[in-house]
């Protein structure tokens, strides 16, 4: 079956700093994938998502590129603010599938 | 445009109690339909979803059940919670056209 999996939090930085998040994933097919954000005390909010290989996805900073020949779909922000704070949860759609597949999800504390 | 609604936000509740959350979507016709949880300081899990009215896939079991009335409509229902039952709810939707999920603001419930 499909699975997804990210690493592990918190992270914890100082602002400005660069951030990864790392997300694998393991599919049939060729899925869509996602990272979604959850801000404190919220839903879920659609940050980015790629379609295909070699896809990147970008949003408020935030970039991702679909790399097929890894199965990976890593998050990176250059220059991280304390707004950033939040969980970041990686998924993935296979496209003949209805379901959304997440990943553990990764609190990520940013500090003054 | 498209908006989901999920209610109520937080809710507590005593053990043995039932419980109805509901969730509606407006602005779609035949939107797929989903039930995820969230545990304490974990990921999101997929407990149901529908393709459409009186249709629905049970991904987990559980002491949960779920049904679609209408065609915006889906709701999560229990019997008797216990107390394993807390977490965070969230509903989405997908719509067939778009390859892309939209969440509601999610229900915060804690079982006592």
């Known amino acids: 079956g499909n699975s997804v999996t990210q690493m592990e939090g918190p992270v914890t930085l100082s602002e400005e700093a660069f951030l990864t998040i790392n997300c694998t994933y393991t599919?049939?097919?060729?899925?869509?994938l996602f990272w979604y954000v959850q801000y404190p005390g919220e839903g879920l909010q659609l940050l980015l998502k790629a379609t295909k290989a070699d896809d990147k996805g970008s949003n408020k900073g935030f970039e991702a590129t679909y790399r097929k020949e890894t199965t990976s779909f890593h998050l990176e922000k250059g220059s991280v603010q304390v707004s950033d704070s939040a969980v970041y949860f990686c998924a993935l759609n296979e496209a003949a599938g209805n379901k959304l597949t997440f990943g553990g999800g990764t609190r990520v504390l940013v500090k003054p | 445009s498209q908006t989901i609604h999920q209610w109520p936000a937080t809710l507590v509740q005593p053990v043995g109690s039932p419980l109805s959350l509901e969730c509606t979507v407006e602005?779609?016709?035949?939107?797929?339909l989903y039930w995820y949880r969230q545990a304490a300081g974990r990921g999101l899990q997929l407990l149901f979803y529908s393709v459409g009215i009186g249709q629905i896939s049970s991904e987990v079991p559980q002491n949960l059940s779920a049904s679609r009335p209408q065609d915006r409509q889906f709701i999560l229902s229990s019997k008797k919670l216990l107390l394993s039952d807390s977490g965070f709810y969230l509903c989405?939707?997908?719509?067939?056209?778009?390859?892309?999920?939209?969440f509601g603001s999610g229900t915060r419930l804690t079982v006592v």
């Open positions: 989405a939707w997908r719509s067939v056209r778009v390859d892309g999920y939209t």
């Open positions: 599919a049939t097919g060729y899925p869509s």
């Open positions: 602005g779609t016709s035949n939107p797929n």
